[in-house]
Nanobody, 122 residues
């Protein structure tokens, strides 16, 4: 099992900032991509940002210039710095990781966190 534990969600006024963290633990040999997705009420889950093990990243157009994804490979942790938050950013934010397990050796895994609520008021 590979577990992902998110933290850092909460409530903020429009224009404010939040920083999300997600730590992966368990049966891990290596992690390739880590990503943040979000799901607003009544909408499909969407990719917010993704980062590779080498640090290459990509963002949804709606968050470019406002959000920054980063990771600490030694800690198996990914972060999402969210600035200039707007009410439309309100959603449950989910962390996702893909990589290889220790047991069975180098078997693929793809895991999701439980989600953390971000609420932005106008």
């Amino acid at each position: 099992q590979v577990q992902l534990a998110e933290s850092g969600g909460g409530w903020v006024q429009a224009g404010g900032s939040l920083r999300l963290s997600c730590a992966a633990s368990g049966n891990i040999f290596s992690i390739y991509d880590m990503a943040w997705h979000r799901q607003a009420p009544g909408k499909q889950r969407e990719l917010v940002a993704r980062i590779t093990s080498s640090g290459s990243s990509n963002y949804a157009d709606s968050v470019k210039g406002r959000f920054t994804i980063s990771r600490d490979n030694a800690k198996n942790t990914v972060y999402l710095q969210m600035n200039s938050l707007q009410p439309e950013d309100t959603a449950v934010y989910y962390c996702n990781a893909e990589g290889k397990r220790l047991v069975p050796f180098r078997a693929d895994f793809r895991s999701w966190g439980q989600g953390t609520q971000v609420t932005v008021s106008s």
